[in-house]
């Protein structure tokens, strides 16, 4: 059983510039979640999917950020026009809607993106 | 609104010795999870335990210990008898238990850092 796999896991680019990452989630998974942290602090909440559906997104996802899940399976977080201050770690995770594990997220490894 | 607090951004101790990480979290649902991870230098948040806020029961697992008291709103996290493998950031979360399309996100407070000397 292979766990949450994200892709690229470092990604230096020049400001101005678009990146994009993508999850696999843990395959039987229904609901996948992105989130970003910066050091010293901990991950901060971006967006969820049910399926294919995005039920819920945070404030921090800027008009620059957005999420696909079109299949229900991967998802793909897309940065326009980044900027230094995106720089960070993009962590996803995934969870099963059921009461196996209740609400319990399993991340990935996170992409690393720097913006020079 | 849903809060993490993680008050101790450092702690340090020596092998064989016990620590304990607080967590005190701030909920207006009666139904809702606590969390601990633990993010060692490679980066990867590895789940540790959740427990529901129906069942104060403490847990233990091996070295691990948690103590969650309603009362207080804190889900403590001890280690008896430190390693220097547990040396990690490790970060207390909350989710709440809605049933609607806005629910089910998870929230981190700011972590802890624990080193362990040997």
């Known amino acids: 059983d292979t766990g949450v796999s994200q892709d690229p896991r470092h990604k230096i680019t020049k400001r101005g510039q678009n990146v994009t990452f993508r999850c696999d989630p843990i395959s039987e998974h229904n609901r996948l979640y992105w989130y970003r942290q910066t050091l010293g602090q901990g991950p901060e909440f971006l967006t969820y999917f049910q399926n294919e559906a995005q039920l819920e997104k945070s404030r921090l996802l800027s008009d620059r950020f957005s999420a696909e899940r079109p299949k229900g399976s991967f998802s793909t977080l897309e940065i326009q026009r980044t900027e230094q201050g995106d720089s960070a770690m993009y962590l996803c995770a995934s969870s099963f809607l059921g009461m196996q594990a209740p609400n319990t997220i399993y991340f990935g490894e996170g992409s690393w993106l720097t913006v020079v | 609104a849903q809060k993490v607090t993680q008050a101790q951004t450092e702690i340090s101790v020596v092998e064989k010795e016990d620590v304990t990480l607080d967590c005190v979290y701030e909920?207006?649902?009666?139904?809702?999870?606590l969390f601990w991870y633990k993010q060692p230098p490679s980066g990867e948040l590895v789940f540790l335990i959740r427990r529901n806020s129906f069942d104060e029961q403490n847990e233990i697992s091996g070295r691990y210990s948690w103590n969650f008291q309603k009362s207080t709103s804190s889900f403590n996290f001890t280690i008896t008898a430190s390693q220097v493998v547990d040396s990690a950031v490790y970060f207390c979360a909350l989710s709440e238990a809605a049933f609607n399309t806005g629910g089910f996100k998870t929230i981190f407070g700011a972590g802890t850092r624990l080193f362990v000397k040997a």
């Open positions: 909920t207006r649902d009666t139904t809702y999870y």
